[in-house]
């Protein structure tokens, strides 16, 4: 009697496991029971290893449901490190949140990954985005209390590698990364390789760096950081991240830069000035020198500063023709501002090229791409800046 008992209520559980697996679909949103211990989640189903365990009452997505066991597939809430998918039992669901009924995945508008290669058209993408305090880690700020920087969750950070996706760029050059492993959150690995600058870490001004994330298929070498720009050499201001691409044959140096923050036009008269315009002549001198080698260059990045205004003194200073190879073109100029229902009126992140760049760029590309209006609630936590990006065609 005793064993009968027993082999019924297997087969109550094992009813009562596919029923709730048959409740949820592909893309609900469910939520995990409440439990000291969280929720395990293990790499297959009916694997017994626990390779990482889900934030205990958070939300998650189905990601699939394999029918012969029940198990379900989730992506969720890690309660440590970055991986965020893997197989749970229906035992761990409280409910699917609001009424019941299934509410809509926030990222099912996620492109594809991209290709690790580059266009076989030979068109190459570029980009420029400052990703505002990317810290590496969930719920961190890179600084804290009274004014604490953004945090984000795991959705935060994949929905930033959607928002990479969507735009594809074959380079992209970053700002206020805090280091390899944040940057590699928000890019699909498989694809891009990462490089961030080598500024001391351990502060406020170590966790806000420059790099690139570019497609693996490419020909790319790093190079040493621009140092010089930290002008008082401590690391409290940032260096410029460089790489050289080859490309059908021809190799390109590449900057991405972030300079001093507050001294945004010539009408400006904050203490930021004095360090932003003793940073243009450190700047000036990395473009003459390049201007005077055989390897054209694109500087990209923040430069905290309205060039398209006009008579502006930094642009001035900087596009003075001299070597000849030093007449600049920001390929902002008479290009729309469109970032967050149009805050900004003017742009200060830019790719500025030099002369013998200008003849591969595709002006009709050039877009600015503002943040989905879907996603306004949480425009806060994809940043303050939006991605500006180019097209070339390298002959």
């Not at 003849?359 to 800046?385: E, G, I, N």
Request: glycine share 6%.
């Amino acid at each position: 009697m005793g064993r009968l008992l027993r082999l019924l209520m297997l087969l109550l559980l094992a009813t009562a496991t596919c029923a709730s697996a048959a409740a949820v679909r592909l893309g609900d949103r469910v939520r995990f029971v409440e439990r000291d211990q969280h929720i395990p989640a293990h790499p297959a189903p009916r694997d017994t290893r626990v390779h990482l365990r889900f934030v205990s009452g958070s939300e998650a997505t189905v990601l699939q449901v394999n029918a012969a066991t029940g198990w379900i597939e989730v992506r969720g809430e890690p309660l440590q490190g970055s991986e965020n998918t893997g197989w749970i039992t229906p035992r761990y669901l409280a409910s699917q949140p609001g009424s019941g009924g299934p509410t809509p995945d926030p990222l099912a508008w996620c492109p594809p990954k991209g290709s690790p290669d580059p266009h076989p058209s030979g068109r190459l993408r570029l980009a420029t985005w400052n990703l505002e305090n990317l810290h590496a880690q969930d719920g961190q700020s890179t600084y804290p209390e009274p004014d604490p920087s953004v945090t984000r969750t795991a959705t935060d950070y994949e929905r930033l590698r959607c928002y990479v996706r969507l735009f594809d760029p074959d380079i992209l050059a970053v700002q206020e990364v805090d280091g390899e492993e944040a940057l590699s959150r928000v890019v699909d690995t498989e694809v891009y390789d990462v490089h961030v600058d080598d500024r001391p870490k351990g502060s406020l001004n170590g966790q806000q760096n420059t790099g690139f994330a570019f497609k693996r298929g490419l020909t790319v070498v790093r190079q040493p950081d621009v140092k010089a720009l930290d002008i008082r050499g401590d690391g409290s201001l940032r260096y410029g991240a460089r790489i050289d691409l080859t490309h059908h044959g021809q190799t390109l140096q590449l900057m991405s830069v972030h300079l001093k923050s507050g001294c945004f036009d010539n009408a400006t008269t904050s203490s930021a000035c004095a360090t932003l315009l003793a940073q243009v002549p450190i700047l000036e001198g990395w473009i003459d020198a390049a201007a005077q080698g055989p390897v054209p260059f694109i500087v990209l990045g923040d430069f905290n500063r309205r060039f398209n205004a006009p008579n502006d003194q930094v642009w001035t200073d900087l596009d003075d023709g001299e070597p000849a190879n030093a007449d600049l073109t920001a390929l902002t100029q008479d290009m729309p501002v469109s970032c967050r229902d149009h805050t900004f009126t003017e742009c200060i992140d830019h790719l500025v090229v030099d002369r013998r760049v200008l003849p591969w760029v595709d002006r009709t590309s050039f877009r600015h791409l503002t943040h989905r209006q879907v996603d306004k609630a949480v425009w806060d936590q994809l940043s303050d800046h939006c991605p500006v990006v180019i097209e070339l065609w390298i002959q």
